[in-house]
C-alpha cells in the first residue's frame, strides 16, 4: 500500500466532501500519522472510511466522522481540552496540535496503555492519557474551553455542560441508532446553553452514560 497516496485520497475522497474544508485542519490530518494509531492486523484499514476495531471491543471513529468534529471544536492554541472515550489516542493527538493541554479519559486499561504508548510515539508531550470514567467528566480540573466525547450518548449530562468555561465548546453525537447526530453545545452564560445539530452520523456508544429507560407506561 502507498501510505501517502492512501493518506491523501483519505483527505481528498472521504474528509474534503464532508465539508471539512479548513485548511489548517486538512494539514494537520495530513501529517498526522493515522496509521501509527491503528493496531498492527488492522494497518490495512487506516485510510478506508470505517470504524477501526480496537481491543476489548473498542472502535475508531471513521476517520470523516473524526475530521468533523476536529473541525467543528474549533481549538485555539490558548486552549484546554477534555476528551473522554480514548480509543487508540489519534482524536487526543490531532487535539494535542492544536490546543495548549489536552486530558483523555479512558476507561478501559488495555486501551489506555497503548493509547498512552502511542500518543508518547507521536511526541505528543501536552496530551495526557487518564485511566477513569470519564462518563462524569473531571470536575476537579475544570472548567474546560472544549469537551469532546469520542463516541455516542443518549443525550449529555447536565455534569458535563456545568464543566464548561463561559465560550467553551461541548461536542458529542447523541440518541438512538438507528437516528443519531452530533451537536455542538455552547456555553454562553451560567446557566445558557445554545445548541447546534451538525450531522447524522451513528457511533459506538461511550460506557458509563446514562441510557432512558425502555419502560413506557
Do not use: Y
Request: net charge negative.
Amino acid at each position: 500500500m502507498n501510505i501517502e497516496q492512501a493518506r491523501f485520497n483519505m483527505i481528498e475522497q472521504q474528509i474534503r466532501p464532508w465539508d471539512v474544508l479548513d485548511p489548517a485542519v486538512l494539514a494537520l490530518l495530513g501529517a498526522v500519522r493515522r496509521e501509527d494509531f491503528v493496531p498492527a492486523a488492522c494497518k490495512a484499514l487506516a485510510f478506508v472510511d470505517t470504524e477501526v476495531p480496537l481491543a476489548e471491543g473498542q472502535v475508531m471513529l471513521a476517520p470523516r466522522v473524526e475530521a468533523r468534529l476536529l473541525q467543528e471544536a474549533k481549538v485555539q492554541r490558548h486552549e484546554t481540552v477534555l476528551e473522554i472515550g480514548t480509543g487508540s489516542g489519534f482524536q487526543a493527538a490531532l487535539l494535542g496540535h492544536r490546543a495548549l493541554r489536552v486530558i483523555t479519559l479512558e476507561k478501559r486499561p488495555a486501551l489506555a496503555r497503548t493509547a498512552r504508548e502511542n500518543l508518547q510515539r507521536a511526541g505528543l508531550a501536552n496530551v495526557e492519557v487518564r485511566e477513569a470514567d470519564g462518563s462524569a467528566g473531571l470536575a476537579a480540573e475544570a472548567p474546560f474551553d472544549v469537551i469532546l466525547l469520542s463516541g455516542s450518548v443518549a443525550e449529555v449530562p447536565q455534569a458535563l455542560l456545568a464543566q464548561l468555561k463561559p465560550g467553551g465548546r461541548l461536542l458529542a453525537i447523541e440518541g438512538q441508532e438507528p437516528v443519531m447526530r452530533a451537536v455542538l453545545v455552547t456555553r454562553q452564560g451560567e446557566a445558557a446553553f445554545a445548541k447546534t445539530e451538525l450531522f447524522d452520523t451513528v457511533a459506538q456508544r461511550l460506557e458509563g452514560f446514562a441510557e432512558p429507560s425502555r419502560f413506557r407506561f
